[in-house]
């Protein structure tokens, strides 16, 4: 994204939402994969520890980004798109649903 922000790709003001969504959402997404995590005692200590506390390092990175420079460009970071919407619904879906809970590996 820096080097994006530096040749006016995109906009550096347009960086810190898109790195504090993208830090919100993911980690909420991990939290809900891990309410349905059989151990019902790992659920915090694996969700919040993993989402929001092991993620953290990426919220600085807005700031810092988004002082390189001004970003000579309007142009959004991201432009809304209802199919990436709609596959990262489906996407999220299989996590929570699938992956949450674990897989059971036959012979292990």
Same mark, same amino acid.
């Given at each position: 994204?820096? &080097?994006?922000? @530096?040749? &006016? &790709?995109?906009?550096? @003001?347009?960086?810190?939402?898109?790195? $504090?969504?993208?830090? =919100?959402? %993911? &980690?909420?997404?991990?939290?809900?994969?891990?309410?349905?995590?059989? /151990?019902?005692?790992? /659920? *915090?200590?694996?969700?919040?520890?993993?989402?929001?506390? +092991?993620? !953290?390092?990426? =919220?600085?990175?807005? +700031? *810092? /980004?988004?002082? $390189? +420079?001004? #970003?000579?460009?309007?142009?959004?970071? =991201?432009? !809304?798109?209802?199919? *990436?919407? /709609?596959?990262?619904? $489906? $996407?999220?879906?299989?996590?929570?649903?699938?992956? #949450?809970? %674990?897989?059971?590996?036959?012979?292990?």
């Amino acid at each position: 994204m820096a &080097s994006q922000v @530096r040749r &006016s &790709s995109l906009d550096g @003001r347009d960086i810190r939402r898109v790195i $504090i969504v993208s830090y =919100v959402a %993911g &980690s909420a997404l991990i939290l809900l994969g891990a309410a349905f995590n059989p /151990i019902k005692q790992l /659920i *915090w200590l694996s969700g919040l520890a993993v989402g929001f506390a +092991g993620t !953290f390092g990426f =919220v600085p990175v807005a +700031g *810092w /980004i988004e002082h $390189i +420079g001004a #970003g000579g460009t309007t142009r959004p970071a =991201v432009r !809304f798109s209802a199919m *990436w919407i /709609i596959f990262g619904a $489906i $996407i999220a879906a299989v996590f929570v649903l699938i992956l #949450g809970p %674990g897989l059971r590996l036959s012979g292990f």
